[in-house]
T-cell receptor
Framework: KAGVTQTPRYLIKTRGQQVTLSCSPI?????VSWYQQTPGQGLQFLFE???????NKGNFPGRFSGRQFSNSRSEMNVSTLELGDSALYLC???????????FGPGTRLLVL | AQSVSQHNHHVILSEAASLELGCNYS??????LFWYVQYPGQHLQLLLK??????LVKGIKGFEAEFIKSKFSFNLRKPSVQWSDTAEYFC????????????FGTGTRLQVTL
């Protein structure tokens, strides 16, 4: 089976812009979660979707949003980018909530 | 609050040395526990997991971990490390009722010298 794929892999944006990141889960997986990884804060949970519904949300501002499509693919959007949003954004998928999550390679976002 | 703590931030070992990385989780009900590894330039990979049953779980590449409920611990061990084990190791927990929210520890950077 193909693993979790994320596009794009690298992205450079400027402050104030918005960005959309995409994640395709492992075939058959219906749960998709997003995480932000930074040197200072480590790995932090953003949100989780299952069957197109957001089931849980981390402690991030409303500028961070996401959605899931009927084919389980997911997107996350960050509006009005700030320098502090520079990070590696990881997507993970699982068969169902609370099952083992498998991670993609991430999208590295640099905000200038 | 639900949290996971890893006591060792940076560990340096010689090849063939034994490894034990500490992980403690806060009380919050039933938990599923995981160790993930991130090799340089690669994505997070699952090393092993504990959901229930035998508290000693074996994972890939010779790693094992022991769940000790009374100590809220899930320490990772390997009897003899190799240079290729150089990586960052993350302990994580999913608390029942939080869907797929993985709560991660801060990670331990392991450096294995020849």
């Amino acid at each position: 089976k193909a693993g979790v794929t994320q596009t794009p892999r690298y992205l450079i944006k400027t402050r104030g812009q918005q960005v959309t990141l995409s994640c395709s889960p492992i075939s058959g997986h219906r749960s998709v979660s997003w995480y932000q990884q930074t040197p200072g804060q480590g790995l932090q949970f953003l949100f989780e979707y299952f069957s197109e519904t957001q089931r849980n949300k981390g402690n991030f501002p409303g500028r961070f949003s996401g959605r899931q499509f009927s084919n389980s693919r997911s997107e996350m959007n960050v509006s009005t980018l700030e320098l502090g949003d520079s990070a590696l954004y990881l997507c993970a998928s699982s068969n169902a909530p609370e099952e083992t999550q498998y991670f993609g390679p991430g999208t590295r976002l640099l905000v200038l | 609050a639900q949290s996971v703590s890893q006591h060792n931030h940076h560990v340096i070992l010689s090849e063939a040395a034994s490894l034990e990385l500490g992980c403690n989780y806060s009380y919050g009900g039933t938990v599923n526990l995981f160790w993930y590894v991130q090799y340089p330039g690669q994505h997070l990979q699952l090393l092993l997991k504990y959901f229930s049953g035998d508290p000693l779980v074996k994972g890939i590449k010779g790693f094992e971990a022991e769940f000790i409920k009374s100590k809220f611990s899930f320490n990772l061990r390997k009897p003899s490390v190799q240079w290729s084990d150089t990586a960052e190791y993350f302990c994580a927990a999913v608390y029942t009722g939080t869907a797929s929210k993985l709560t991660f520890g801060t990670g331990t950077r392991l450096q294995v010298t020849l």
